[in-house]
């Protein structure tokens, strides 16, 4: 079979088993295990491992500890540095040792056990983030536990990257410790060149090329980073990527951090799915049949061990109980990088075949189960820790004796959502909230509010608020992947209800609106116009006057509020600002293309681009009739997304 059959035979299986496991909410990570499994040799043999696949598939890696570096923040570490260092460090410290006494009593080698110990030890980043991002436990005590151990465990993968690889070069213990010495001495050497590089020369070549709004010289610029300083480590003897987490780390405090992170990830996830497919290929699929017992037992062993040396140090940290058990099982399984450590183990002949092909069938099914587990986890933790459960149940239904019509139903009852229950309350309007939070709701339902237990996207709860009589839904909790869920759910039971979102600021204001949402309010504009409001009152504009143009505003979804003139440094984050409209100025001189014609003629809003106002003879028009016709010295202050923006001005200039 010729290399683009096989290439095809990849693509075509990894893209059928990537769609069927997320089908089945499975991670991607195993879909293109199995695609490796299927389509290698101790599979259907549609594929043979190649050497090119496996460079290319190296880049993945590459990529993947660049965006990992992206995302290491010395400042997020400080402020976790308590949870971080008695738990996560040791955490890693004893689960690798432990399994490394374990390993080295079944007759494995010094450097396979080491190994064996570092694989086991680390726990899945991208599964458990991204359930608790979706699910809402990020701002839970245990999310933040879980959060702090992974942390420390994605730094731990950049030395046993180093180590995996001396390990298989050095034959005893002292030339293995003069090795992993002189090594630490290259790693401080290139540490400092790349840290120097990065405060000194990145800012600088970064600045040069965004100055040039190409996005292609951006993202080849990216690369040529990653590329190069992934290079200068491998010319040191050391792993290429510990040159790109560096690399990565080194612009993870720019403001360059998320475009940077969006423009590598396609190239990423591809070459990263790629790297799965030839791990899965290495997978003798005939050891793990004939050792099935061998496989159980470690999946169960490694599992509770590791759950057990999480709990203690989490409640030696002064966690609770509950937390301690929720975190431990939500980390309980094998992570994506045990399987770059088993690829670059199997590479450098640190581990048999066999061996290799036992650990990443008990990976892939430790991960296959890692979703249930912790979609459960805190109900498994109250029962393992013994804490009072809530009667959950009673809480899912209202009292038998409400009658409701015409009411307003909240989700989210924090102190928004109780907020408005107070001022609802004062109106004699009746409400029912919804409320995730089981001791939230006990305590309300005690007060005598009328509050249900569970998530607002359930049918059943929106039916149990009685959502056909409502006359307003509220959805309070402010974020916003939550609340484009529950907008989906209400309109596809109640088409016609009024629905009101707060949001934190208006990033997604468009996809609220568009969703179905009638009202967005969010939180930074809303501040903006009670910060005009006290300012213009006390500058004398009469009360009246206000209110009409705070009104006037709200009406026009914020418009004069969305475009604001860029600085060099702003109150936003750095995620926000690809999305936000700017301000901008644009003078015309006599050799403009636009001057002598009229502002509709030059069709802006067909680019995306609006014209906020015109200033002529130093006098500013807000909103300027379209008919006007443009003249030399006229300056058209537009409003529109930083790209967008400047091709206009070119077009204003130039007429292309």
């Known amino acids: ?87 996560g460090s040791l955490q890693v410290v004893i689960s690798l040792v432990l399994f490394m006494l374990v390993a080295m009593f079944f007759d494995q080698s010094f450097a396979a056990a080491i190994t064996i110990g570092g694989i086991l030890a680390l726990s899945s980043t991208a599964i458990v983030i991204r359930q608790l991002s979706e699910s809402g436990g990020m701002k839970k005590k245990s999310g933040q536990l879980s959060v702090a151990v992974l942390l420390f465990q994605d730094v731990a993968v950049v030395p046993l990257l180093i180590v995996i690889p001396l390990l298989a070069a050095q034959g005893g213990d002292s030339s293995f410790i003069m090795a992993l010495l002189f090594a630490l001495i290259k790693g401080v050497f290139v540490v400092s060149l790349l840290l120097l590089a990065g405060k000194w020369l990145l800012p600088g070549l970064f600045n040069l090329v965004a100055q040039v709004r190409t996005d292609e010289l951006f993202v080849l610029t990216t690369l040529l980073v990653t590329l190069v300083a992934s290079a200068l480590t491998q010319w040191f003897g050391l792993s290429m990527a510990l040159g790109a987490f560096l690399a990565g780390m080194m612009l993870g405090e720019s403001q360059y951090k998320h475009q940077l992170e969006a423009d590598i990830r396609p190239y990423r996830d591809i070459l990263l799915g790629l790297f799965f497919v030839t791990v899965g290929m290495k997978l003798n699929i005939s050891v793990v049949f004939s050792s099935p017992l061998i496989i159980i037992s470690l999946l169960v062993c490694f599992m509770v061990l590791k759950v057990l040396v999480i709990v203690l140090l989490a409640k030696r940290a002064g966690e609770s109980s509950k937390d301690a058990w929720a ?15 088993i690829a670059l183990a199997s590479q450098v002949e640190v581990l048999t075949e066999t061996t290799a092909s036992i650990l990443l069938g008990t990976g892939v099914l430790s991960m296959a189960i890692t979703p249930y587990m912790i979609s459960h986890a805190r109900s498994w933790a109250l029962w393992l820790s013994r804490e009072k459960q809530f009667d959950t149940q009673a809480l899912e239904e209202l009292p ?35 409320d995730i939070d089981p001791l939230r709701t006990t305590k309300a339902r005690e007060a005598g509010e009328n509050v249900l237990f569970g ?52 990033d997604q204001l468009d996809e609220l609106h568009a969703a179905g949402a009638n009202e967005v309010v969010p939180e930074s504009l809303e501040g903006s116009l009670m910060l005009v409001s006290q300012v213009l009152s006390l500058s004398g504009v009469p009360f009246s006057r206000i209110v009409r143009r705070v009104q006037k505003e709200r009406k026009n979804h914020y418009n004069h509020l969305h475009g604001f003139f860029q600085g060099e440094h702003t109150d936003m984050s750095p995620d926000a600002i690809d999305r936000i409209e700017f301000a901008h100025a644009i003078i015309l001189v006599k050799d403009s293309f636009a001057t002598g014609k009229s502002i509709r003629s030059l069709k802006l809003d067909d680019r995306r681009v609006f014209v906020i106002a015109l200033r002529r003879n130093n006098i500013e028009s807000e909103e300027p009739d379209v008919d006007t016709i443009l003249l030399p010295q006229d300056t058209l202050i537009v409003r529109g997304k930083p790209r967008r923006v400047e091709r206009a001005e070119r077009f204003v200039q130039e007429g292309h």
């Open 1 to 87: 079979m010729t290399s683009h059959l096989e290439l095809l035979a990849i693509l075509s299986s990894a893209v059928l088993i990537v769609w069927l496991f997320r089908r089945l909410q499975l991670p991607a990570i195993l879909a293109y295990l199995v695609a490796g499994v299927l389509v290698g040799e101790h599979g259907l043999a549609l594929a043979e491992e190649h050497v090119d696949y496996e460079h290319f598939a190296e880049l993945g890696i590459v990529f993947l500890l660049f965006t990992l570096g992206l995302e290491f923040s010395l400042s997020k570490l400080v402020s976790m540095r308590h949870l971080v260092v008695t738990v």
């Open 327 to 341: 975190a431990g099982i939500m980390l309980a399984q094998m992570g994506e990088f045990g399987f770059v450590l």
């Open 400 to 434: 038998q004796n409400t009658t409701l019509s015409d009411h307003v139903i909240i989700c989210g009852f924090g102190r928004i959502g109780q907020t408005v229950s107070r001022f609802l309350k004062q109106e004699s309007i009746d409400f029912v909230a919804i």
């Open 455 to 506: 998530s607002s996207r359930q049918a059943e709860l929106l039916h149990a608020a009685q959502l056909s009589k409502a006359k307003l839904v509220v959805i309070a909790f402010g974020e916003d992947k939550q609340s484009l869920d529950v907008i989906q759910k209400v309109r596809s039971l109640a088409p016609d209800v009024p629905i009101l979102v707060r949001t934190r600021n208006d």
